[in-house]
């Protein structure tokens, strides 16, 4: 069984940054694709960044520039760096790697305070 723990969320004011970190129980080199996603309050949840295995990472509009999106397979770790945080990012965030199948993260809350 694969687990994927989250951490890094928290409370921070607008302008200030996080970094959530996504440990995996299996070796993540190789894995087909890494993403994260949030799901806020009353709203589906959506994909927030992804990076296919050897491929370039992918952002949604909302938070190009500002996030980014990386891993460490020394420490099976997926790495999301949220930078100039807006309230309108507060949600839970979820990690995804996909190998055989998709495995998803328990999630992590996110608030950012104006």
């Known amino acids: 069984q694969v687990r994927l723990v989250e951490s890094g969320g928290g409370l921070v004011q607008a302008g200030g940054s996080l970094r959530l970190s996504c440990a995996a129980s299996r070796s993540i080199f190789g894995a087909d694709n890494i993403a994260w996603y949030r799901q806020a309050p009353a709203k589906e949840r959506e994909l927030v960044a992804s990076?296919?295995?050897?491929?370039?990472?992918n952002y949604a509009d909302a938070v190009q520039g500002r996030f980014a999106i990386s891993r460490s397979y020394a420490q099976n770790t997926v790495y999301l760096q949220m930078n100039s945080l807006e309230p309108e990012d507060t949600a839970v965030y979820y990690c995804n790697i996909r190998w055989d199948e998709d495995y998803w993260g328990q999630g992590t809350q996110v608030t950012v305070s104006s």
């Open positions: 990076q296919r295995y050897g491929g370039s990472a």
